[in-house]
């Protein structure tokens, strides 16, 4: 019998919001995938392009999600604009490296939307388990 393909999801999430949404989550019990590995950053703006392309193309992760401040609630005042802005880098090297643009997603989720963050771990869970494991991974 063969084991179903479970995918392996870095969540780069802002101290001030989105980490506390996924903390709020676990306080609610809204349940998100187990998948979903948690890296606290102080700013999605912080998270350079680098640590997504090598996250992937590495073979550490099947997707990468950057999950910050709703725009004009940053804490450090555009760092979201800046992880926008990022995030186009992200797909243009998603492409050269041959990767689906699936495998990495932006989100805004506020520190309140504890479910909203359970809901788009389930999202990206469910995309990369239809997209099959990174072929970076061995």
């Excluded at 506390?20 to 809204?30: C, F, K, P, Q, V």
């Excluded at 910050?68 to 992200?90: F, L, M, T, V, W």
């Excluded at 492409?95 to 389930?122: C, H």
Aim: net charge negative; aromatic share 10%; charged share 20%.
């Amino acid at each position: 019998m063969e084991k179903e393909f479970e995918p392996k999801i870095v969540a780069f999430c802002c101290n001030w919001c989105s980490y506390l949404a996924a903390d709020s989550a676990g306080m609610a019990r809204n349940q998100y995938p187990s998948n979903v590995h948690i890296i606290r950053c102080m700013c999605s703006g912080m998270v350079h392009p680098n640590f997504v392309i090598d996250a992937l193309t590495k073979g550490l992760a099947d997707g990468v999600m950057v999950c910050g401040c709703h725009p004009g609630d940053c804490h450090y005042q555009d760092g979201n604009k800046r992880a926008e802005s990022r995030s186009e880098a992200i797909f243009l090297m998603l492409e050269d490296f041959g990767l689906e643009q699936e495998r990495f997603r932006l989100e805004w989720i506020s520190a309140s939307e504890g479910q909203k963050f359970a809901g788009v771990s389930g999202e990206m869970t469910q995309t990369l388990k239809e997209l099959g494991p990174n072929f970076y991974k061995s």
